[in-house]
């Protein structure tokens, strides 16, 4: 069993390169983003972005562990196959990623997309601005995507490219990990 995690700013691509990945690997596919909006349904929780934010970094200082394990079983993957996981966005999630895996392994795969590509891309959901950006990110939530989870990531991939490069570029490098 193997978990390929990606990790990566607001806006970086990485659900969509996570999407592609899983579909092509044929592996199931889960999203602690996902997860955390489900939770916030259940618990009739607005879903705007500062509540998910705050009701994510809850989660993850409350119980990570358990809220791990929901992002893994949300992907219906009963079977101990391998996985596809998007939006890491915390270093304690990666060491009980690691965890759970053991003795298999978790591969992190970092989208590293620039502020300019970013900042487009939140255009379309009115988010126009470096300032509106910063804001975003200074939540507790996003502090270790801009400065710990690059460093730790197994693999580092520029987000510039073509998601169908990206996407090519990951499979090659995970046919050369084996």
């Not at 990606?6 to 199931?28: C, D, E, H, M, N």
């Not at 998910?52 to 009963?78: A, K, P």
């Not at 939140?122 to 801009?146: C, F, P, Q, R, W």
């Not at 990531?153 to 490098?173: M, P, S, T, Y």
Request: glycine share 6%; with cysteine.
């Amino acid at each position: 069993m193997v978990i390929l995690g990606f990790a990566g700013r607001i806006a970086s691509g990485k659900s969509t390169i996570a999407r592609s990945i899983s579909k092509i690997l044929g592996w199931p596919y889960s999203s602690f983003g996902d997860c955390v909006r489900a939770i916030a349904e259940e618990r009739g929780i607005s879903l705007d972005r500062k509540s998910l934010q705050t009701l994510g970094q809850s989660l993850v200082n409350q119980d990570c562990l358990s809220f791990c394990r929901r992002v893994l079983e949300g992907s219906g993957n009963t079977n101990n196959q391998s996985i596809v996981v998007d939006g890491i966005r915390h270093v304690k999630v990666v060491d009980i990623l690691k965890q759970l895996v053991t003795p298999n392994k978790l591969i992190i795969i970092f989208i590293d997309t620039p502020e300019n590509i970013i900042l487009n891309r939140l255009g379309e959901k009115e988010i126009y601005n470096i300032e509106d950006l910063e804001t975003i990110e200074e939540h507790s939530t996003e502090a270790e995507v801009k400065t710990t989870l690059k460093t730790i990531a197994d693999l580092i991939v520029d987000g510039r490219k073509q998601a169908k490069d990206i996407v090519d570029e990951i499979l090659l490098w995970l046919q050369k990990q084996k």
